[in-house]
């Protein structure tokens, strides 16, 4: 995903430029981190969360941090804050950390500016620490599931607003596709489901052979023992993984309308057939070989009658319009 370059003042030069992550509040906030030669900045879209000239910082360290589902190097940097004056810290991870840190030691000390060193990790180290995950990820255990360095690698590969719905996931454990939507600050559902179809599963079946999201009408919660529906879930996460044959179906209640969203997998249109019964959409597919029917509840203050279809991409999509209070 591409990130817009935060805006410079005159002078201001970038030097480096990664996506990474900010720990906010014993929170990790992932975004892009820019190295300009008068301050780090890091931000999350057109925002600039982090903006710490140099010229305030005080001590440099590399320092392990639990970081999504592992334990990381990552860059501390002790600062002297605003009209205060009080010395804080802030902590940022991305990729070739000892590059960052001989940058911007090299930059305080081409101005001057005396820091301490703290920690400091040298390249050797961290070096055997990215040995040392690749030998966890050959060795790992040989559970039919998701494993969690199977995870870990597919969101060191993924664009900060991916790598941050599998986050979500992992801490929640399932969510409904408006929790992901508000989770990563997506515009719609449609482009929660892109994602996931278009970024972030594929990107797993290249990297580990399967999915690593996957959609469930209805799961045990093995931890909390609820029924939980329709919903996401890491699919490692559970005592099972999608039924063969049961493909989404999801039905999204927004305040002008109701829109039902129902995987054909393999359907040509000319073989989908819609027709409302009862307050139930009954959705009817048909392939040589292949059928499949569903019957969806409706709430009773849509219009039966009128709704608008679109079938793209395998995802049947169905817009209800629902009645006007009176």
Aim: proline share 2%; hydrophobic share 40%.
């Amino acid at each position: 995903m591409a990130q817009r370059l935060p805006s410079l003042i005159e002078g201001e030069q970038v030097i480096l430029h990664q996506q990474g992550g900010y720990l906010s509040r014993g929170s990790w906030k992932l975004g892009y981190l820019y190295l300009t030669n008068r301050a780090l900045l890091f931000c999350q879209a057109k925002r600039v969360i982090v903006n710490l000239a140099l010229r305030s910082i005080k001590a440099v360290g590399l320092k392990k941090s639990p970081f999504i589902l592992a334990t990381k190097n990552c860059l501390r940097l002790s600062y002297r804050a605003g009209s205060t004056g009080a010395i804080r810290e802030a902590t940022f991870i991305t990729a070739h950390l000892d590059l960052w840190w001989r940058k911007i030691v090299g930059l305080l000390e081409a101005e001057g500016i005396e820091v301490e060193m703290q920690s400091v990790t040298t390249a050797d180290a961290l070096a055997q620490d990215r040995a040392g995950r690749i030998r966890t990820k050959i060795d790992g255990d040989s559970s039919q599931g998701i494993r969690e360095g199977d995870i870990k690698m597919v969101i060191e590969e993924l664009d900060p607003v991916s790598a941050q719905m599998v986050w979500y996931l992992w801490e929640n454990r399932h969510a409904k596709i408006e929790e992901l939507r508000r989770a990563v600050g997506e515009s719609s559902h449609m482009k929660v489901l892109v994602r996931i179809r278009e970024v972030i599963n594929p990107k797993a079946h290249k990297m580990l052979g399967k999915p690593l999201l996957v959609f469930e009408r209805a799961r045990i919660d093995h931890k909390s023992g609820e029924r939980i529906l329709y919903s996401w879930w890491l699919s490692g996460d559970g005592e099972r993984g999608l039924i063969e044959g049961e493909g989404l179906v999801d039905v999204l209640d927004e305040e002008d309308h109701t829109l039902v969203i129902v995987e054909l997998v393999g359907f040509e249109e000319t073989g989908i057939q819609l027709t409302v019964e009862d307050e139930r959409l009954v959705v009817k597919a048909e392939a040589p070989g292949r059928w499949v029917r569903e019957e969806i509840p409706l709430s009773p203050q849509v219009h039966g009658q009128r709704f608008r279809a679109s079938y793209h991409n395998n995802l049947l999509q169905v817009r209800f319009e629902k009645e006007r209070a009176r």
